[in-house]
């Protein structure tokens, strides 16, 4: 379905038909991300005047320009106030009551556009980056006085401004606000997983022994030498690595893998050493198809290109050195090397004849979207940007206090997501004779505390330091290190600390207080959740109290019949949620487990292997029906509840 243009034709001319000739707002927001989004809806909601700049040519930042949506967590994941809003208005499409966390790109779009009008949100300006920032400053403390954006003739004034771009420029054009980028030292913070990092292959898949060299004996291309990488621990500009997440299409109607303009074939011998290493392993790149889109209607075979940790994948860290504070006409160029590092892998795989056959016949099932992002080549118009530049507040997110407490009293949204570091480097390392080999240097994915995830985020994370910034919020950019923002990088907590920071603008519009740092906390609290429904305190799903839990669940026609038994509550939690144990010789290791994972429960080998899956998220106690089988032969079971504890 061709909407990309045609929603830039809505938009615009829907946006631009009651803009003010003095260009004046409450608050403006800068970036259509879904924090951008839910900022401007949550001010529109409680009546303020908004207006809505984009710096790309398409709505949404990742949430629909990029092709991602509130995936990271998949169906299990809680999703509370406008975020949810958002989920069921792309169920609502598909003629669905559920949740569709992960809609195609234009069902995307068209649904924050329905959030900004029923918002009353009356300007929204595509394409119109900022360019400038005027400051002034009385009694010692500044505010944004103007913001000059590409697409206005003069500067727009507004009472507040929020900034909710993957890069801060609004922050960063104001001048005089504390903000960084890279990676801290460890020292810096006392953070054990700060800093550069010593390359190796612990949770690396594929091959490990592939060489990194041309015949010449030059380092091939997307591999930078050893040298260049610091001390462990110490700090460095260095970025987590960006990539489109590519719509894939296993559709008849596929577009095929175009020829990238200046195609090498010898830019690619990285992909064909990790094939000849790997024995002709196309992972080594990209599964195929890649992941689908959690909420889609089965019968649409889209999928998401992500990621993956493999010397070849599609994750490409040496491709944005300089990004942060790159002018927007470098930015632009480290964009298109992307693009034709993405497609141009792609269409080698896909053609070269020295991939193996079975590979090239794989690639060529598959290719990209027809009926997305057209207006663009078939590629999202918003580059995955994990990290960029990030603000520094009076207060700092980092590794040992993301968690600690993990309730915190001004808490406006909640986060659920491990630390999660992409690759940050790909290295040719000498390993003896002449020979050198590519390592990766930097991922990590522990979890964040006692093997679960969740904790509260400050509304004072998005604040500037006192004296700076008094009419700025930051709801993307947040004042952490780069080992906490690892985490914070969720759209879906994105989208609910973007709306806390369109309801706190509330305070300084209607004159109860004069500075972002002043705003009552209670009273942003009190309203995300009575009004937005917005969940300010975790954990996600929080369960009930022990003593109004069943005291067994009795599991009843699992085609495994092993899984078939009493499951008695267990004086242990997962996740936030109590568990249920079935002890019997026929389970794996002599134990089946009824628990929850981010909302949705399932019966497995705890940790290891999943044999069966409720359907959908459903919080603290598992359905009785509507289960599917994962390991497990089918049937799938039902499950009946025993009475309540005491």
Known sequence: MRLVGLLAVVVLGWLHGSVSAAVDYDVVVYGSTPAGVAAATAA????????????????????????????????????????????????????????????????AAASFVTMLQDAGVKTVKLDCRVTSASVAAEAGVSKIKDATFFCEKAPVTATVFIDASYDGDLMVAAGDIDYTWGRESNTTYNESLAGARVPGFVGVHGPQHVNALYPNGSIVKYVANISELGAPGSADDALMAFQHR???????????????????????????????????????????????????????????LCCGITV??????????????????????????????????????????????????????????????????????QLYVRISNRLVGDFVLTQNNIAEPRAKPDSIAVGDWSFDEHMTGKYAVPVGNGKYEVMLEGNFWPAIANNSNWYDVPYKAMVPKRGTGANLLVPVCLSASAVAYSSTRIENMFMNVGSAAGVAAKQLVDGSVATVQDVNVSKVQAILASTFQQRIHGPPFAPPSPSSLPKYFDVHNAGSPAWNGRYMLAKKTYSGNYMYEFHSAGCPEGLCSLYAENGTWRLAQLGKELFYLA????????????????????????????????
């Not at 930042?61 to 967590?73: E, K």
């Not at 794989?362 to 979207?369: A, E, Q, S």
């Not at 959908?616 to 289960?627: E, K």
């Open 615 to 646: 359907s959908h998220a459903t919080g603290s106690l598992p359905p009785p029906t509507g289960w599917t089988a994962a390991n497990g032969t089918k049937p799938a079971p039902s499950l009946a509840a025993g009475p309540v504890v005491g």
């Open 44 to 107: 529109g909601q409680l009546g303020m005047s908004v207006a809505l700049y984009e710096p790309l040519r398409m709505i949404g930042g990742m949430g629909a320009a990029g092709n991602l949506a509130l995936n990271d967590g998949g169906l299990g994941a809680e999703r509370t106030g406008l975020a949810k809003v958002f989920t069921l208005l792309n169920g609502k499409h598909y003629n669905l009551t559920t949740e569709v966390p992960h809609p195609e790109s234009f069902v």
């Open 312 to 381: 070849a994948a599609s994750d490409q860290p040496m491709l944005n050195k300089g990004w942060a504070n790159a002018s927007w006409e470098r930015r632009k160029q480290i964009v298109a090397d992307h693009t034709y590092f993405e497609l141009g892998t792609f269409y080698y795989l896909a053609n070269d004849e020295a991939v193996p056959a079975h590979v090239r016949a794989v690639f060529n099932d598959y290719g990209l979207c027809a009926d997305e992002f057209q207006d663009f080549g078939f590629v999202p118009e």
């Open 246 to 304: 590519m719509c894939v299409s296993g559709e008849a109607d596929r577009v095929p893998w175009p020829k990238p303009a200046g195609y090498n074939r010898d830019d690619f011998a990285l992909v064909q050493h990790a094939l000849d290493a790997s024995g002709g392993d196309y992972s080594v790149f990209s599964r195929m198809p890649p992941s689908r889109l959690p909420g889609l209607p089965e019968h649409i075979k889209k999928y998401c």
